[in-house]
């Protein structure tokens, strides 16, 4: 089993940054695919980025150079950096872990943009 704690949300006006983080508990985050999704007000949940065990990113292509999403092994955390942020990417950001057949998520970290 394998615990994931989202931080890093919060209110911030359109144009702003926020950085979210996702700390795993488990010996192996090496070994894992870490991923973040959303969930909008009303919508699916939804994949934002990705990113592989050996360190390439995949992105929705609608955060593509907006968004940035990266891993530190060392501290088992992974982050979104998110700039540019505009009223539609408000939502509820999970993280997610992914390793063969099992995928474990956090509860979640609100981001609301709005001025």
């Known amino acids: 089993q394998v615990q994931l704690v989202e931080s890093g949300g919060g209110l911030v006006q359109p144009g702003g940054s926020l950085r979210l983080s996702c700390a795993a508990s488990?010996?192996?985050?090496?070994?894992?695919?870490m991923a973040w999704y959303r969930q909008g007000p009303g919508k699916q949940r939804e994949l934002v980025a990705a990113?592989?065990?050996?360190?390439?990113?995949n992105y929705a292509d609608s955060e593509k150079g907006r968004f940035t999403i990266s891993r530190d092994n060392a501290n088992n955390t992974a982050y979104l950096q998110m700039n540019s942020l505009k009223p539609e990417d408000t939502a509820v950001y999970y993280c997610?872990?992914?390793?063969?057949?099992?995928?474990?998520w956090g509860q979640g970290t609100q981001v609301t943009v709005s001025s």
């Open positions: 488990t010996t192996i985050f090496r070994s894992y695919t």
């Open positions: 997610s872990a992914k390793i063969g057949y099992f995928s474990y």
């Open positions: 990113i592989t065990p050996g360190g390439s990113p």
